[in-house]
Each structure stands twice: as structure tokens, then as C-alpha cells.
């Protein structure tokens, strides 16, 4: 059986990200890179973006500016014209002080936001895998 399909986005936050006192970064924006993600799929897939129908989430550890996130989706299963996400966040890297420029490599990725999404590709979208 071939592996599952998904994207990989790997981004720093920005100074503009962080919503909040403390640099933190707003739920909102990790999941709209989920969207980004989903949409890479999709395309990949279906050769169509299809729509969101639905997402549901966990936020496990904050996120604030300056740290280095590892975003996936992975399709986990298609229904006719439904496709469910397995969707994860990780920090790699964040900042050993936010008044600071030092960072550190995480000894071991950490989870910050899982979810499972599934998004919808109409049938007369559909144009089959485009790897």
C-alpha cells in the first residue's frame, strides 16, 4: 500500500503573527496554515482545492513569535467526494527569550495543535492524483 499523501510546511512565526501580550501567537493562524496544508493535498489529489466542511482542534502549548513550526496534513482517508486530514503542528525552534535573539533547536519536536479536518472536492472537481 503506498504511503499516505501530505504536505510538509515548515515556517518561522513573525513578530506580525504574534497576536497577544507575551508575543503568543493567535489558535487562528495555526489553522489557517492547516488550511494551507489541506489545500496542498487537495490539489496534489483531486487536482481541485475543494472547501474546509470541517476542522476539529486541540491547542496543546502556546506558540509565540520567533518560534520555528512544522505543519502537516495527511490524508487519511477518501470518501466520494469527502477527503479526512490527520492535521499537526510541531514547534522545532523557538526562542530562548522573547527581549532576545538566541534560539534553540528543540531536543525533540512538540506537539502544539493536532486536528482532523475534512474537506470536500465535488465529484465533477475531480480529476484524479497529480503527484
Do not use: N, W
Request: one cysteine or more.
Amino acid at each position: 500500500m503506498a504511503a499516505p499523501m501530505e504536505s510538509l510546511i515548515r515556517l518561522r512565526m513573525s513578530t506580525a503573527d504574534g497576536h497577544y501580550a507575551g508575543g503568543l501567537v493567535d489558535g487562528a493562524r495555526i489553522l489557517q496554515l492547516f488550511g494551507d496544508a489541506v489545500t496542498e493535498v487537495l490539489i496534489r489529489h483531486d487536482g481541485d482545492e475543494g472547501l474546509m466542511r470541517a476542522m476539529q482542534s486541540e491547542f496543546l502549548v502556546p506558540v509565540r513569535s520567533g518560534d520555528y513550526l512544522e505543519v502537516r496534513a495527511k490524508l487519511m482517508s477518501v470518501g466520494k467526494s469527502s477527503r479526512t486530514f490527520e492535521c499537526t503542528a510541531h514547534k522545532i525552534m523557538e526562542l530562548d527569550h522573547p527581549a532576545d535573539s538566541a534560539a534553540s533547536l528543540l531536543a525533540k519536536p512538540t506537539l502544539v495543535v493536532k486536528a482532523t479536518a475534512v474537506a470536500v472536492v465535488p465529484a465533477a472537481k475531480q480529476r484524479g492524483t497529480r503527484r
